[in-house]
């Protein structure tokens, strides 16, 4: 296998556990879906759908939707979702970087916090942009840097193993100059806003337990450190722990992101 293959098969493995952090996501979900300005009778697609929060958000709009995802767990969820809301959305296990649908055939592509782990940005958002009609939006939401999610990528490289090739950091996408030069004269009318997802927890260390158990980065390098060295496992807690601490308050720790629409020329 080669380290582009070792890369995502690594990655199918670690998603799973995000399901049940689905209930944060839910309310950004809409906020991005507003920001799209998506309607009733178009054809979106979710790119890295999850557990179908966005996807179920566009189909009580109207919308025709389709999701992709690259773990089968979280489909498993989606679908799930989607039956109990009485939606019927087509979701596929699939890969963004190798969209597997004709050209120009969505009014809309859609992206949560999802497309930003591709490792291959050029290629993840030529095939977003492929699949799209000309006229069609584009919009997705990141995770800036300088925010407290971003700022732990940048934590959590220092705990983790080096992925097989070089890959740029997801928050790149939370940067809009990065953004701009990425989607370049492929779009116009490029609109960026930000949006608040507020995470209760009863303190910091409250909040820093549950993403150990469900955030994917942070439990693999938990897990692996907890086996290998403990030490470094208790400095990586207390790191993850002074983060949260900054962004805590009244039983929230508010993780603030970046909502990006373009119009495909």
Known sequence: MDALQT???TQKQMWPSFAPLEIMTT???AQLVKHSRVRSGQRVLDVACGTGVVSITAARLGCKVTGLDLTPELLEHARENAKIGGFAIDFHEGDVEDLPFPD???DAVLSQ??????PRTAVALGEMLRVLK???TIA???WPPEMIIGRRFKLMSGYTQPPPLEIPSPSEWGNPAIVLERLGASVKD???DRGRLQVPALSPAHYAADMEKNSPSIAKAAEKLAATDPDKLVRMRAEVLAL???YFEDNIVRQDFLMTRATKL
């Open 27 to 29: 309310a950004p979900a």
């Open 134 to 136: 000309p006229g069609g």
């Open 113 to 118: 916090f999802g497309h930003m782990f591709a």
């Open 104 to 106: 120009a055939s969505y």
């Open 190 to 192: 490029v609109v960026f």
């Open 244 to 246: 949260a601490a900054e």
């Open 7 to 9: 890369f995502k098969e």
């Open 140 to 142: 997705f939401s990141t």
